[in-house]
T-cell receptor, first 112, second 113 residues
Framework: EDQVTQSPEALRLQEGESSSLNCSYTVSGLRGLFWYRQDPGKGPEFLFTLYSAGEEKEKERLKATLTKKESFLHITAPKPEDSATYLCAVQAVPGGSYIPTFGRGTSLIVHP | DAGITQSPRYKITETGRQVTLMCHQT?????MFWYRQDLGHGLRLIYY???????DKGEVPDGYVVSRSKTENFPLTLESATRSQTSVYFC????????????FGQGTRLTVV
């Protein structure tokens, strides 16, 4: 069973059409939740780290929020250049190594 | 150039051959990681290293070997390549694991025929 589930798998938006991506997790003892952006043919690029429920972080048109069970990546008035795959990863106490576990990602396409 | 670089970017090899993917980082980060990325599975950890001469298995280590004799290099070897190892491989590094983001290379697309 996946510890990290991202939804939807794919999302198509029109330019300016705001929406949210979801990352739900089942791990206990969350130490950190990471959001990455991945462009085609490239490695993931770090966006945000969230540590505790209620925390929010923003960067340009992106805002990440965290609850005790899930995180949302809100995209406000997206532009075509926001098209990418967005990955979340959770870091939890069980296991001891604190190596983050990644979700499968949400592929976002923003049409002009 | 500063950063993390992988080589080669593309590789085609035959079943049963040994192949090594290279990873080099210039930040002197303690931690280095190897992931594979496949459709439907996302990023899966193969091996990681906490420091030179310290390595540990990840989620999918079978068929792979790693070494880390120097902090900056973390090669991944497929001892006898199989078609199921066709994938995109990403190397990453970070200062630590706790609450620290990882920096990823550009990836190596490996095809085993």
């Amino acid at each position: 069973e996946d510890q990290v589930t991202q939804s939807p798998e794919a999302l198509r938006l029109q330019e300016g059409e705001s929406s949210s991506l979801n990352c739900s997790y089942t791990v206990s003892g969350l130490r950190g939740l990471f959001w990455y952006r991945q462009d085609p043919g490239k490695g993931p690029e770090f966006l945000f780290t969230l540590y505790s429920a209620g925390e929010e972080k923003e960067k340009e048109r992106l805002k990440a929020t965290l609850t005790k069970k899930e995180s949302f990546l809100h995209i406000t008035a997206p532009k075509p250049e926001d098209s990418a795959t967005y990955l979340c990863a959770v870091q939890a106490v069980p296991g001891g190594s604190y190596i983050p576990t990644f979700g499968r990602g949400t592929s976002l396409i923003v049409h002009p | 150039d500063a950063g993390i670089t992988q080589s080669p970017r593309y590789k085609i090899t035959e079943t049963g051959r040994q192949v090594t993917l290279m990873c080099h980082q210039t930040w002197s980060h303690s931690y280095m990681f190897w992931y594979r990325q496949d459709l439907g599975h996302g990023l899966r950890l193969i091996y990681y290293s906490a420091a030179a001469d310290i390595t540990d298995k990840g989620e999918v280590p079978d068929g792979y070997v790693v070494s880390r004799s120097k902090t900056e290099n973390f090669p991944l070897t497929l001892e006898s390549a199989t078609r199921s190892q066709t994938s995109v491989y990403f190397c990453a590094s970070s200062e630590a694991t706790m609450n620290t983001e990882a920096f990823f290379g550009q990836g190596t697309r490996l095809t085993v025929v």
